[in-house]
């Protein structure tokens, strides 16, 4: 239509990658212009109508600390859209501030998501951003956004194998030729490390945590093989038995033990993946090894925990919070290839 031409002309062009703990928004020639949480706080009124007051970082920080009437609400759980209307609210807060509040912008976007989502929930994502604003909307997967974005050549004759451990999913693909081979996503990646620590350190010390402190200690002492020294960490919380405030000293040996069954299940999943690959896949990954891309390949020693099981080449991708974003960028340079591509 002339219209969308003419209005297109003053929109730039963006590509979000909408994860379930952070949204990462990177506009065409621009580079990557926000990351932040993906957490949105509303208030409620004695009607139950809602107030968004705060979307981002100053949302986050509101998570477990708000009064009874406001809400720190998490929009994506586990990788999908838990809660649209918030879910919309926040692609809206995120693409005005990209484009500084001209609501007359309407971009186009590329949206990268979960593997593995039901065409409904497809149809949700896109619509969330179209009445966001947006004039069109593309997704492409996230374990063949992540391989581009860790700079594996995607386009070649040769299988290349990502693990992307985000917050709700561990995505895990090959990838050749330009496509996706393989693939599998669960759910079983940061956030349900987080839960294991609260778990544990509820059953072994009787103390009780919340999530964001669990969250920290997983980033500050956590780690999946022995450290040369171990680290440690003071830790407060409830006393479960006396309800009084407690404080405890935590060592990454103790997160070790906490973390081992959402260790052992992205292992795995990894190792079926492997054992249904083509041979002549299997022969490129034992050649290229496997690359660990999203927040939680962070954690200490991952690399080596799973290259010890799946007796293969194991390595973190730079920047591995950024691929994802990085790679639905670089789909972004090719978006009028995807608008011939695009079928859905
Ligand atoms: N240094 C670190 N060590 C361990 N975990 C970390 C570290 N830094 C971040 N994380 C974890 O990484 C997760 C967020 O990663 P990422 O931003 O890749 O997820 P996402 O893209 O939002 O989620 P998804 O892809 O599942 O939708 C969180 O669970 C966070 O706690
Ligand atoms: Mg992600």
Do not use: C, W
């Not at 929930?121 to 996230?142: C, D, H, N, T, Y």
């Amino acid at each position: 239509m002339i219209l969308d031409k003419i209005i297109g002309l003053f929109s730039h062009d963006i590509s979000i990658d909408l994860g379930t703990a952070n949204t990462i928004v990177l506009v065409k020639g621009k580079g990557i212009i926000i990351n932040e949480p993906s957490v949105v706080a509303v208030q409620f009124d004695k009607y139950g109508r809602t107030d968004m007051l705060a979307v981002g970082r100053e949302a986050k920080d509101m998570v477990g600390k708000t009064p009874g009437n406001i809400k720190a609400i998490r929009p994506m759980k586990d990788g999908v859209i838990a809660d649209f209307d918030m879910t919309e609210k926040m692609i809206r807060y995120f693409i005005e501030k990209a484009h500084k509040r001209k609501s007359f912008i309407r971009p186009r976007i590329i949206i990268s998501v979960p593997y593995g989502l039901t065409q409904v929930e497809r149809k949700a994502v896109k619509e969330s951003a179209i009445s966001a604003g947006a004039r069109e909307v593309f997704l492409i997967e996230e374990p063949m956004a992540a391989a581009i974005g860790a700079g594996l050549p995607v386009r070649e004759p040769h299988g290349n194998l990502i693990v992307d451990i985000g917050g709700g999913t561990t995505e895990i693909g090959v990838v050749s030729l330009g496509g996706l081979v393989i693939s599998k996503s669960i759910r079983i990646a940061g956030d349900k490390m987080d839960t294991s620590i609260v778990d544990y350190i509820n059953k072994k010390y009787n103390l009780l945590i919340g999530e964001r402190t669990a969250e920290e200690i997983k980033i500050e002492i956590g780690s999946v093989v022995p450290q040369k020294e171990e680290l440690k960490m003071l830790v407060k919380g409830k006393d479960k038995v006396q309800g009084l405030l407690n404080t405890i000293e935590l060592s990454s040996e103790d997160i070790r033990e906490a973390l081992k069954e959402p260790l052992r299940g992205i292992a795995n999943s990894l190792k079926d993946v492997l054992e249904n690959m083509p041979p002549d896949l299997a022969g490129d990954v034992v050649e290229n090894g496997i690359a660990l891309t999203g927040g939680g390949a962070l954690i200490r020693g991952f690399d080596k925990y799973l290259s010890d099981i799946v007796k293969l080449p194991v390595y973190v991708a730079d920047e591995p919070l950024l691929a994802v974003a990085k790679g639905t960028g670089k789909a972004l340079e090719e978006i009028d290839l995807l608008q011939q591509l695009s079928y859905d």
